[in-house]
Nanobody, 123 residues
Framework: QVQLVESGGGLVQAGGSLRLSCAASGLTFDDYAIGWFRQAPGKERDFASCINWNGEATYYAEAVKGRFTASRDNAKNTLYLQMNSLKPEDTAMYYC????????????????WGQGTQVTVSS
């Protein structure tokens, strides 16, 4: 059974930092690109970032570019999202997801999803 478990969310002041983790099990981790998506209250879920299977290619939404950094440790089956200079508009539920063979930029191609971790940024 595939599981993706996010952690590291919380409440932080604007300008602060958080590091999210996504621990994967039940799949061959380095066969998958991994993405981060986020959903703010009352809004649709949006792409935030993704990273290819070996970590050599990363992609970011314009809203987070330059502030967020995705990385992965395939030996630990874990994905990370370092979030710096956080803004109130970054407040959302953050989800990690795994995609095999498809574009990591397209939400519809993802095979597996985690349950999410809440990030709240106060002004």
């Amino acid at each position: 059974q595939v599981q993706l478990v996010e952690s590291g969310g919380g409440l932080v002041q604007a300008g602060g930092s958080l590091r999210l983790s996504c621990a994967a099990s039940g799949l061959t981790f380095d066969d998958y690109a991994i993405g981060w998506f986020r959903q703010a209250p009352g809004k649709e879920r949006d792409f935030a970032s993704c990273i290819n299977w070996n970590g050599e290619a990363t992609y970011y939404a314009e809203a987070v570019k330059g502030r967020f950094t995705a990385s992965r440790d395939n030996a630990k089956n874990t994905l990370y999202l370092q979030m710096n200079s956080l803004k109130p508009e970054d407040t959302a539920m953050y989800y990690c997801a795994a995609v095999y063979g498809g574009s990591c930029l397209l939400e519809t191609t993802y095979n597996y999803w985690g349950q999410g971790t809440q990030v709240t940024v106060s002004s």
